[in-house]
């Protein structure tokens, strides 16, 4: 296999590759930084460079790079079967382990079976077809419409991107799905209702009653929404919110979808995000965190009440007609059971709680003393600087603005990797990152904020 030297990577960057989320000749003119090594939470350019980083490849390094357990049992996989499908009538024993493992990891948030998918945008894919699926099995037909929030993200497929509340997102590739409505998301920092978080939580979650109400209930098939918004902007829901949500879809019997592409396997600080609430969802869309993003991987998640469904219908109108060629690889699924393996034995929940309150606490004093910080906010190490033009009014900066990207620029070159999403500039590194990396980290954000303040 040819590799190519440093001054081949750097004159073909973004010469032939379409980057996700950019528009090519913008890559072409300002091509991407090249990472080209990782060890735990340090990653290095291809000059050499190193940082800390803060970013967890995106969101779904939770473990850190270069964990020999995950890639002994990747290459024991490869060495025993690279691949084997798992279609109607064939299976092989890593895909039965894990569906049985999960199984047993999430029994007590009632899930009983598993659907693998690729990644994110496909378990929400499959949550969603699954969705409507359930209400034909129980003769309800016309239940086909799904509510969502707004800010949310759940991927990139055509119901995914349906669902999705940020106009980014939809605007090149509409129309979409038809069906899909949207409802304020509790949005402490920036709402037009109140300041008071369990009155808001109220008043969003009396929202999607009146939304279920105004559709038809017998029109309605799921809500959708994450526990935490990653991608929107880490924005954390009051207390009282989920647990009305639950509330509400139970009086309309509506099933209730929580995307945990981000927030499962610990990044909240808890092992799901619903946790934080106590609240069992009928299904979830995961990916990321559980294969420690060492191969890709999604799944659906489902509970005993949607399995029920299935099993007791009709078995035609009951089969599972979706799914894909590499559902449940066996590589993918070996490096999923060393990860859990990993988060069983170790304390990387537990990690992810304690310092994600210590990065929030830097966070905070950064923003004090920073006149484009207008909000801090996070949940475990899942954390957002919101930046205005002015703190007074919360202005926001117009599309295009500099200064975010000064600030991640400035970072990145003092020895940091953070994103930049909008306005915003997020931190999500591996839940094993250290106290010592996290000061880092903040430190290095501190100057960063001063240079582009000229402090």
Same mark, same amino acid.
């Given at each position: 296999m040819k ?14 590759l ?12 300002t091509p991407?930084?090249i990472?080209?090594r990782?060890?735990g939470?340090?990653?290095w350019?291809?000059d ?24 002994d049992a ?9 691949f084997?499908?798992v ?9 039965i382990?894990l569906s ?6 999430m ?6 079976a598993?659907?693998?998918?690729n990644?994110?945008?496909d378990?929400?894919e499959g949550?969603?077809?699954?969705a409507?699926q ?5 003769g309800?037909r ?10 949310g993200?759940h ?6 991107m349906s ?7 939809r605007?090149a590739y ?5 069906g899909c ?14 300041d008071?978080?369990?009155e ?7 929202q999607?009653?009146?939304?279920i109400?105004?559709q038809?209930?017998d ?5 959708i ?6 991608a ?8 009282n ?12 019997e ?8 981000v927030?499962g396997f610990?990044?909240t600080?808890h092992?799901?995000g ?9 299904m979830w ?10 191969i890709?991987?999604? !799944?659906?998640?489902i509970?005993?009440?949607?399995a029920? =469904?299935? /099993?007791g219908?009709? @078995?035609? $109108?009951? *089969? ?9 690889h066996p ?7 060393a990860?859990?393996?990993i988060?069983?034995s170790?304390?990387?929940v537990?990690?992810a ?9 830097? !966070?905070?004093e950064i923003g004090?003393?920073?006149?484009? =910080?207008? /909000?801090?906010?996070g @949940?475990? $190490?899942? *954390? ?5 033009s ?5 202005a ?6 500099s ?9 990145y070159?003092?020895?940091?990797m953070v994103?930049v999403s ?7 590194p591996?839940?094993?990152?250290s106290r010592?990396?996290?000061d880092?980290?903040?430190?290095? $954000? ?7 303040e000229?402090n």
């Open positions: 590799r190519f030297s440093k001054e081949e990577l750097k004159a073909n960057n973004a010469r032939y379409w980057h996700p989320m950019a528009q090519p000749k913008a890559m072409r003119e991407p930084d990472i080209a990782g060890e939470s340090w990653i350019d291809i050499g460079h190193k940082m800390v980083d803060g970013v967890g490849g995106l969101w779904s390094a939770n473990l850190g790079f270069g964990r020999t357990e995950i890639r990747i290459v024991a996989q490869l060495d025993e079967l690279a084997y499908n279609f109607r009538g064939t299976t092989h024993p890593r895909a382990e049985t493992r999960m199984a047993e990891f029994r007590e948030d009632g899930v009983v598993s659907f693998f998918s990644g994110g945008s378990a929400v949550a969603l077809k699954l409507r359930y209400w034909k099995i129980r309800q016309d239940r086909t419409k799904y509510i969502a929030l707004r800010q993200y991927g990139v497929h055509f119901g995914g669902v999705n509340g940020n106009t980014n997102f605007r509409e129309p979409l799905l038809p409505f949207h409802i304020d998301t509790p949005w402490l920092y920036r709402n037009p209702y109140t008071d978080p369990q808001l939580g109220e008043i969003c979650a009396r999607l009653e009146r939304e109400v105004f038809g209930p029109t309605v098939a799921a809500f929404a994450e526990p935490v918004q990653g929107g902007g880490v924005i954390v829901p009051p207390a919110y989920w647990p009305r949500i639950r509330e509400i879809c139970d009086k309309y509506v099933l209730l979808i929580a995307d945990e592409v927030t610990g990044r600080g092992m799901f619903t946790r934080m609430w106590g609240v069992k969802a009928d869309c995961l990916a990321k965190g559980l294969s420690s993003g060492y890709p991987l999604g !799944m659906t998640a509970s005993g009440k949607v029920e =469904v299935f /099993d219908g009709d @078995a035609a $109108l009951g *089969a599972v007609t979706h799914g894909y060629t590499y559902s449940a590589v993918a699924a070996a490096a999923a059971l990860t859990l393996d988060l069983e170790e304390d990387v537990g990690n709680a304690r310092e994600g309150e210590h990065l929030l606490r830097r !966070m905070r004090a003393g920073s006149r484009l =910080v207008g /909000d801090v906010r @949940a475990g $190490l899942m *954390a957002c600087f919101e930046l205005v002015d703190k007074a009014t919360k926001s900066f117009p599309r295009g603005a200064e975010p990207m000064a600030i991640a620029r400035a970072a070159e003092m020895g940091a994103r909008g306005p915003n500039i997020i931190l999500s591996a839940l094993t990152i010592q990396q996290i880092l980290l903040c430190d290095i $954000l501190r100057q960063a904020f001063d240079k582009v000229g």
